[in-house]
């Protein structure tokens, strides 16, 4: 469905514009020294320069962009060990320093970050660290240069090294523990127990605890992550014990709601020097850590950053929507944008703007929502036109007639109360599906209904 796409796009095209005359353009320009200043309080002036031509003449007088004189870019160099440094902590000045190929000048006291390492340095660096994880992580190139030159163990003997449990360690250790759960969590030997395939031998005498999650246990294990996704990878047994009893809904109210292959939300960045950058994600955190990552660039929008120095201001045009409807949205806007008169930073050129100017009427999603008898399956098959209904605060009436979802939690009591009103499991089943179902994976069926040999 294109219509949410439409209705979005709708309100850009149909606004009427705001009529310019020369003298009060010229007027309004004048009020301002920077171009920076003007894009980003005067957007709409600076579209109708641009629409009559006059873009270039009446804004000669501003400053385009921030100069730095060599003694001022010397004088915050001087405050980074090295290059790296520098254009990490000063893009600005780095970039200007770059411009004007001061890298020789300056190579006395802003030397590359490549180091020639001698043996002693290596050990000094080395003696910096207790583990050697933190030796990898920390100082990775000297790490490198002290394997490759075989002193490796020499300048790492501080360093206490893992050790390594025989069969009859590790069978002595577990005996120390009250049960499997316990040994696993805090055991040394765990790991290379698992290893060596030495479990099994350890569950001989050490019994697995079983733990029956209540709705607190479950809420409190669900408080130590933001996203639905970490707290299923991290704490399976929690998450799938919510999931059941239909705890779920309520004990993840606090976390960031995040897409997947399915679904994807729109975004636009806007800078104040009127460029722009329109993408789709299903992780929006993920996706802004790496756009705004200017040490390595992988983005169109950390390269304008560092080129530039300007922040953009970050929009979302869209919650995560079908994976398909995201990316004809992500199109149109590209092309709205290009026609506003913004500097896409886009590679693509975007799709076809006459295909997105239709907008939903309160009758069509009614018309649509008629079609389904679940308010699930109008979610999933007509998204747009269930967003839409949102939006606008429609939800409520047009899905009057679609009867409210059975929330009830299907203990034992509950089921068996069910069962005495009927005869057979088949009628248990036509009378609640949802009663049937749970008794059916908890193995409580054979129990409400026995089976007897005539």
């Not at 006395?108 to 001698?118: A, D, E, H, Y």
């Not at 583990?131 to 003997?157: E, M, P, Q």
Request: with cysteine; hydrophobic share 30%.
């Amino acid at each position: 469905m294109r219509e949410l796409i439409r209705h979005i796009l709708h309100e850009h095209l149909t606004e009427q514009r705001e009529s310019w005359t020369e003298e009060k353009l010229r007027e309004l320009t004048f009020k301002y020294n920077t171009l920076t200043d003007f894009l980003k309080n005067e957007r709409k002036a600076a579209d109708a320069l641009r629409r009559k031509g006059l873009y270039d003449e009446f804004t000669s007088h501003m400053d385009k962009v921030k100069t730095y004189s060599e003694e001022e870019i010397e004088q915050e160099a001087r405050k980074y060990p090295n290059q790296a440094a520098f254009a990490k902590g000063s893009p600005n000045y780095y970039n200007a320093y770059k411009r004007r190929k001061l890298q020789d000048k300056f190579r006395n006291f802003l030397p590359l970050k490549n180091i020639r390492w001698t043996d002693e340095m290596l050990r000094d660096e080395a003696a910096k660290y207790n583990t050697i994880k933190d030796f990898v992580n920390n100082s990775g190139g000297a790490y490198k240069t002290a394997h490759d030159r075989g002193i490796l163990d020499d300048i790492t003997k501080h360093i206490p090294r893992t050790k390594i449990w025989t069969y009859d360690e590790v069978i002595d250790d577990a005996k120390k523990y009250k049960d499997f759960n316990e040994f696993t969590k805090n055991s040394p030997t765990f790991f290379q127990a698992r290893s060596n395939g030495w479990l099994d031998d350890v569950k001989k005498f050490l019994p697995l605890r079983i733990i029956f999650w209540t709705k607190e246990m479950c809420q409190k294990e669900a408080d130590k992550y933001t996203t639905k996704r970490d707290f299923k990878k991290n704490s399976p047994k929690a998450y799938s014990s919510a999931f059941t009893h239909g705890w779920l809904p309520d004990i993840t109210k606090h976390m960031i709601v995040l897409g997947d292959k399915f679904k994807r939300m729109v975004y636009v960045f806007e800078f104040p020097d009127n460029h722009a950058y329109v993408g789709l994600t299903q992780d929006k955190q993920r996706r802004n850590y790496s756009h705004f990552d200017t040490v390595k660039i992988t983005s169109p929008i950390a390269k304008h950053i560092v080129e530039t120095g300007l922040q953009p201001e970050y929009k979302e045009l869209s919650v995560y929507i079908d994976a398909k409807q995201a990316q004809e949205l992500e199109d149109c806007t590209i092309q709205k944008y290009r026609q506003d008169g913004w500097i896409m930073l886009n590679k693509q050129k975007g799709g076809n703007l006459g295909a997105c100017r239709t907008t939903f009427t309160k009758e069509m999603v009614q018309q649509i929502a008629n079609k389904y008898t679940t308010r699930v399956d109008f979610k999933r098959q007509d998204t747009a036109a269930y967003q839409a209904a949102q939006k606008y605060g429609w939800l409520k009436d047009v899905v009057s007639h679609i009867p409210k979802q059975d929330r009830t939690v299907w203990t034992y009591d509950k089921v068996k109360e069910l069962a005495n009103t009927v005869n057979s499991r088949a009628q248990l089943k036509y009378k609640n599906q949802s009663a049937y179902q749970q008794a059916r994976r908890e193995g409580w069926l054979d129990m409400l209904f026995p089976i007897t040999n005539k």
